[in-house]
Antibody, heavy 121, light 107 residues
Framework: EKQLVESGGGLVRPGGSLRLSCTASGFTFRGYAMTWVRQAPGKGLEWVSGISADGTDTYYADSVEGRVISSRDNSKYTLYLQMSDLRGEDSAVYYC??????????????WGHGTLVTVTS | DIQMTQSPSTLSASVGDRVTITCRASQSISGWLAWYQQKPGKAPKLLIYEASTLESGVPSRFSGSGFGTTFSLTISSLQPDDFATYYCQQYNSFSRTFGQGTKVEIK
């Protein structure tokens, strides 16, 4: 059974840093591009970052560009999101999701359950 | 960045109703559009990709259509399990924007 399990969320002060992890199982992780999507409390979905299957290409939303780094360790079946200079507006549930394995990446066909990040003083 | 606009924001309907949600892109995205369903406290679930292809296991009462800049999601006969929030997402560009969501409520 395939799974994506996020971890690393929690309370952090404004200006602080946090690293989120997403551990995959039940499928061949290195064969899939991955993405991070967040959802602020009571709000809609916001795409945050994407990373290619081999980790060489990364993409970021303007709202987080320069403050987050997406990476992956295919040997550990794990995706990471290093976040720094955190702001109140970064408070959200962060989901990792798998992209359909098509050229350029497809829709998000499998999601984790999310990890909550709360930025507060 | 490509902007995605959904309408309506909220939709009140009854079991058995046919409902349609519209999603418009700020520029052409060909057919690179997906629809997701999200229930409170849960992760989103993929319903439709490439504008009109039903994801495996999704009931056939869901259908999608459109190309270019205008797309729609239709539920042919609303069931109790369908009351949820629905999002469109474009994946024509690396910046994969979502619509703001449409909440389908019980009338």
């Amino acid at each position: 059974e395939k799974q994506l399990v996020e971890s690393g969320g929690g309370l952090v002060r404004p200006g602080g840093s946090l690293r989120l992890s997403c551990t995959a199982s039940g499928f061949t992780f290195r064969g899939y591009a991955m993405t991070w999507v967040r959802q602020a409390p009571g709000k809609g979905l916001e795409w945050v970052s994407g990373i290619s299957a081999d980790g060489t290409d990364t993409y970021y939303a303007d709202s987080v560009e320069g403050r987050v780094i997406s990476s992956r360790d295919n040997s550990k079946y794990t995706l990471y999101l290093q976040m720094s200079d955190l702001r109140g507006e970064d408070s959200a549930v962060y989901y990792c999701a798998r992209l359909q394995p098509v050229t350029g990446g497809g829709a998000l066909d499998f999601w984790g359950h999310g990890t909550l990040v709360t930025v507060t003083s | 960045d490509i902007q995605m606009t959904q309408s309506p924001s909220t939709l009140s309907a009854s079991v058995g109703d046919r409902v349609t949600i519209t999603c418009r892109a700020s520029q052409s995205i060909s057919g690179w559009l997906a629809w997701y369903q999200q229930k409170p406290g849960k992760a989103p679930k993929l319903l439709i990709y490439e504008a009109s292809t039903l994801e495996s296991g999704v009931p056939s009462r869901f259908s999608g259509s459109g190309f270019g800049t205008t797309f729609s999601l239709t539920i042919s006969s609303l069931q109790p399990d369908d009351f949820a929030t629905y999002y469109c997402q474009q994946y024509n560009s690396f910046s994969r924007t979502f619509g703001q969501g449409t909440k389908v409520e019980i009338k």
